[in-house]
């Protein structure tokens, strides 16, 4: 028989019944500032990179397990081209947290090669004894380092900047004439032979984990604004953008897990197998793009975004998110951005527009239970009513686009509140 068979309280009453085993718990998003690559770098004659890549984890979790991808996201949808992404072979990797560091594994051993296009690929569990844990905590810090290698040189990338986050690396080398440090040794790497070259920005692996509860988590998607261009100032190790900064908590404590998995110049996608077979590693997806498919004078077809929309949702929802959680579209201006009064409101940006009416049916599909939450960005905003609802705060952009960031700041303290309210 499946179960064990005894006396189980009801209330007041006792009634027989079957003890089964408490359902598995998937393997969710860990970290707070997961992403997916948005662009491929190249450095000819160039055909090692080595990097370290700091994450901190956003819930308490049993196991730990590396993701990696070879495709990247362009405006239109997954780039899965193998011309233009060659296989990639992780040669090894380790992870650090502390003074105890300990190799991580594929199916057994430290190699891993990953075609050009594909993606997906998951390590062999990690566990807490392994790096002398009884459990993976929320907030504990640890730096993933490792090695690939190509046949060309071209990889994928991440919009992570390296120099955000002190401890952090990625070097681009020629195996032939440099030789790096032992991946099996605390801290970054160092090299013999002809220095590498340094970039600001490399490949960098998502980290999922198997939590100990399954609460809240996240992927985002959207276009630059989510991605968090004009974020210049780093927002912290949680990463740029509101997002991201909606993952921690005002003070900089990890709150959440979440997987960013934005692209500059996205509209609504639909249709991404790459995108949809991340879906299931959150419980809970944020959706922000709609702002392109308007377009920065609102020529954009309202019926169109909104059946993107659609499909878009129920694909998000066929792949296993529980709940999406929408923003409403912010101002798009010009003019002087350091005052309310200096901006003037794009054509079809303002009262009676495609912006206003793109809110308004997203407050449509919050009362007929289309989405589950709706984050009104109201934050950012120079008013609360008139022609100031439609511009940006004082300083809080400087294109009439992209929040500068106090707008990001701003974003997440909207967007923090609607998550709080989620279980």
Same mark, same amino acid.
């Given at each position: 028989?499946?179960?064990?068979?005894?006396?189980?309280?009801?209330?007041?009453?006792?009634?027989?019944?079957?003890?089964?085993?408490?359902?598995?718990?998937?393997?969710?998003?860990?970290?707070?500032?997961?992403?997916?690559?948005?662009?491929?770098?190249?450095?000819?004659?160039?055909?090692?990179?080595?990097?370290?890549?700091?994450?901190?984890?956003?819930?308490?979790?049993?196991?730990?397990?590396?993701?990696?991808?070879?495709?990247?996201?362009?405006?239109?949808?997954?780039?899965?081209?193998?011309?233009?992404?060659?296989?990639?072979?992780?040669?090894?990797?380790?992870?650090?947290?502390?003074?105890?560091?300990?190799?991580?594994?594929?199916?057994?051993?430290?190699?891993?090669?990953?075609?050009?296009?594909?993606?997906?690929?998951?390590?062999?569990?990690?566990?807490?004894?392994?790096?002398?844990?009884?459990?993976? @905590?929320? &907030?504990?810090?640890?730096?993933?380092? !490792? #090695?690939?290698?190509?046949?060309? +040189?071209?990889?994928?990338?991440? %919009? *992570?900047?390296?120099?955000?986050?002190?401890?952090?690396?990625?070097?681009?080398?020629?195996?032939?004439?440099?030789?790096?440090?032992?991946?099996?040794?605390?801290?970054?790497?160092?090299?013999?032979?002809?220095?590498?070259?340094?970039?600001?920005?490399?490949?960098?692996?998502?980290?999922?984990?198997?939590?100990?509860?399954?609460?809240?988590?996240?992927?985002?998607?959207?276009?630059?604004?989510?991605?968090?261009? @004009?974020? &210049?100032?780093?927002?912290?190790?949680? !990463? #740029?953008?509101?997002?991201?900064? +909606?993952?921690?908590?005002?003070? %900089? *404590?990890?709150?959440?897990?979440?997987?960013?998995?934005?692209?500059?110049?996205?509209?609504?996608?639909?249709?991404?197998?790459?995108?949809?077979?991340?879906?299931?590693?959150?419980?809970?997806?944020?959706?922000?793009?709609?702002?392109?498919?308007?377009?920065?004078?609102?020529?954009?077809?309202?019926?169109?975004?909104?059946?993107?929309?659609?499909?878009?949702?129920?694909?998000?929802?066929?792949?296993?998110?529980?709940?999406?959680?929408?923003?409403?579209?912010?101002?798009?201006?010009?003019?002087?951005?350091?005052?309310?009064?200096?901006?003037?409101? *794009?054509?079809?940006?303002?009262?009676?527009?495609?912006?206003?009416?793109?809110?308004?049916?997203?407050?449509?599909?919050?009362?007929?239970?289309?989405?589950?939450?709706?984050?009104?960005?109201?934050?950012?905003?120079?008013?609360?009513?008139?022609?100031?609802?439609?511009?940006?705060?004082?300083?809080?952009?400087?294109?009439?686009?992209?929040?500068?960031?106090?707008?990001?700041?701003?974003?997440?303290?909207?967007?923090?509140?609607?998550?709080?309210?989620?279980?």
């Amino acid at each position: 028989m499946s179960g064990i068979c005894f006396p189980v309280g009801v209330g007041r009453g006792v009634v027989s019944g079957i003890i089964s085993p408490p359902p598995v718990i998937p393997i969710r998003t860990i970290a707070t500032q997961n992403n997916v690559p948005v662009n491929r770098d190249s450095q000819s004659g160039r055909t090692a990179q080595a990097f370290r890549q700091k994450y901190i984890l956003g819930a308490d979790a049993r196991e730990l397990f590396v993701n990696l991808n070879n495709w990247y996201m362009a405006a239109t949808g997954q780039v899965i081209d193998p011309a233009l992404l060659p296989d990639l072979t992780f040669v090894d990797m380790s992870i650090q947290t502390g003074a105890a560091i300990t190799p991580l594994y594929f199916g057994g051993g430290r190699s891993v090669t990953v075609s050009g296009g594909t993606g997906d690929v998951l390590s062999d569990a990690l566990l807490p004894s392994m790096l002398g844990k009884a459990q993976f @905590s929320r &907030g504990e810090e640890y730096f993933i380092k !490792g #090695r690939i290698v190509t046949a060309a +040189a071209h990889m994928p990338y991440c %919009g *992570n900047t390296v120099g955000d986050v002190s401890g952090q690396q990625c070097s681009w080398y020629d195996p032939a004439v440099t030789i790096p440090s032992s991946t099996d040794a605390a801290g970054t790497f160092t090299f013999s032979g002809t220095a590498p070259v340094s970039r600001a920005s490399g490949y960098r692996l998502i980290l999922l984990g198997r939590p100990l509860v399954d609460g809240p988590s996240f992927v985002g998607l959207g276009d630059s604004i989510m991605e968090s261009a @004009s974020d &210049g100032a780093s927002s912290g190790q949680h !990463g #740029r953008g509101f997002f991201q900064r +909606a993952m921690r908590d005002a003070s %900089g *404590n990890a709150v959440y897990p979440g997987l960013n998995l934005a692209k500059t110049g996205a509209g609504v996608l639909t249709g991404q197998s790459k995108l949809i077979a991340l879906y299931k590693y959150a419980r809970f997806a944020v959706d922000e793009p709609g702002t392109n498919d308007i377009g920065v004078n609102g020529t954009g077809d309202t019926a169109n975004t909104q059946s993107k929309h659609l499909t878009a949702w129920a694909e998000m929802k066929a792949a296993g998110i529980e709940g999406i959680v929408r923003t409403t579209l912010i101002p798009r201006t010009g003019g002087s951005y350091s005052s309310v009064s200096g901006q003037t409101i *794009n054509a079809n940006w303002g009262a009676g527009g495609k912006g206003a009416a793109m809110n308004d049916w997203y407050e449509a599909r919050l009362a007929d239970g289309t989405i589950t939450r709706l984050c009104r960005m109201n934050g950012i905003r120079g008013g609360a009513s008139g022609d100031d609802f439609w511009k940006f705060i004082a300083g809080g952009t400087s294109d009439g686009t992209h929040p500068l960031p106090i707008g990001h700041e701003a974003m997440a303290v909207d967007l923090r509140a609607v998550l709080a309210t989620l279980v």
